[in-house]
């Protein structure tokens, strides 16, 4: 008796995709390691630094997301929800940044 998936539902990937996703999570951390490690001459770097980073973390935290906690899989209505969750919460965080840079600047 051969299991059938229900017509909604999508099958897992194999193994092998999650090996090519952890080694995808690597470089990208490789990649960061190597930013960071950057020698402070090279200033065109060093002044996107952060913004960088902050895009490489975001990347590499979607990618865990949706393929090791299965949400490529699922209901697009729950990654409407993350994403929309996320991007609130990078709204929130830009503006509390601004915030207090304002009242540090005093």
């Known amino acids: 008796m051969e299991h059938q998936a229900h017509p909604q539902e999508q099958a897992h990937p194999q ?3 999650y090996v090519k996703i952890a080694v995808i999570l690597a470089i990208v951390t490789a990649v960061e390691v190597g930013l960071y490690f950057t020698p402070p001459e090279v200033t065109v770097v060093r002044a996107a630094l952060v ?3 902050l ?3 975001a990347a590499k935290f979607s990618l865990v997301v ?3 906690m299965h949400l490529k899989f699922d209901s697009r209505l729950f990654s409407a929800m993350f994403v ?3 991007l609130l919460a ?3 965080l830009i503006a ?4 207090f840079q304002a009242f540090t600047l005093r």
């Not at 509390?96 to 915030?99: A, E, I, Q």
């Open 51 to 53: 913004p960088t980073l």
């Open 90 to 92: 990078a709204a929130v």
């Open 55 to 57: 895009v490489l973390s």
């Open 96 to 99: 509390l940044l601004f915030l």
């Open 15 to 17: 193994p092998l995709e």
């Open 66 to 68: 949706l393929w090791f």
């Open 84 to 86: 929309g969750g996320l």
